[in-house]
């Protein structure tokens, strides 16, 4: 059986970069990626059988998805870094593939500089940008955006500067966007919103954190009195958990879109549509917050479908409940208390 080394000796790196141009080209088309797949497997490179298997894996139902996904898989263990094609040591922290080539990783902003213009870009869907240096030129990312090989982008997450996003929205790069988190103070940010927003039709989740000062309800109102998230289908803020969340949930009730109050360290509650409130929580108690306290600051009449994390007795349980005489808990799985509260 021929070595992996036997393999590379047939073709060279730029060759292989060389047959991946047309993907980049194109890459919403998969049978184009079936055609580079084929001239890989005949010049004896294991990327090409990876590909068939990873296109066969995001096609096929049941059993045999299972199939191709474990066969992708297992080709794919030993080059997940190799086969990004010199961006897997810029993204490599959250790399993932989907149709035999990469669609999701992290940036490092310390050495994006060095790959903005690479062509391997264009297959990737989702970019986390969570380090934002504030000795980063802010010109790089608005620059890595507006080129040409992004044509997949769907979203953009992390502390995105609202000085680059409005800059971004000028070009014609991202009208894929769906999903979008911007970094910004609130009073800009409503401020500035109807630069942004009317150029980024397909968008329908925004997240908006916010540097010194913290979303409040009148923020808000106040940008819902724009009339420019009518599209949306989750609005997310990164809020106090200190504050009144009430009144959050009352000036969103009615919103044509899910409201997503963010408390950091993946904490959040989310208010549906139908006005039904769900809370996660990864512990009750993260040092930042506690879930009690949230849940103080809500109406007496709040009904919430709350789950926790963290494991918790039944002992611990009505410890945490003893302020709350009228809470109803169903512990549905032993190390996930999960259920219905009314408060």
Known sequence: MATYADCLAKITYREIEELLQPVYAQPHNYGVRQVVADQLVDRGHPYGEYIHASCRASYTMGDEKV????????????????????????VWPKLRYSAGFPCYGKIDTRVLGRFVDHPAWATYRTLSIEDWYLWTDP???????????????ESLKGDIPLETVCALAKGPMLNSLTSLEVHGEPIEVI?????????LPR??????????????PQHLR??????????????????????????FLSAARGAPFVLYLWFGEKGHLLQRRDGSLHGYFPSWDTGRYSVMSILRNLSPLTNINLRVGEWTSKTKMRTLMANLPAAVV??????????TMVF
């Open 203 to 216: 968008l329908y989740r925004l997240f908006l954190r916010s540097g010194g000062t913290a979303w409040t």
């Open 67 to 90: 199939k191709w996904e474990q066969h992708a898989e297992s080709l794919l263990a030993h080059h997940r870094l190799e086969w990004a094609w010199g961006l897997g040591r810029i």
């Open 191 to 199: 401020h500035r919103l109807p630069e942004f927003r009317t150029a």
């Open 139 to 153: 010109s790089l990312l608005t620059r890595f955006v507006q080129q040409k090989s992004l044509r997949a982008l």
């Open 330 to 339: 169903e512990r549905k799985r032993p190390f996930n208390p999960c259920g």
């Open 222 to 247: 106040a940008l819902l009195s724009l009339g420019r998230l009518d599209r949306l289908e989750m609005l997310g803020l990164l809020v106090n958990p200190d504050m009144d969340l009430e009144r």
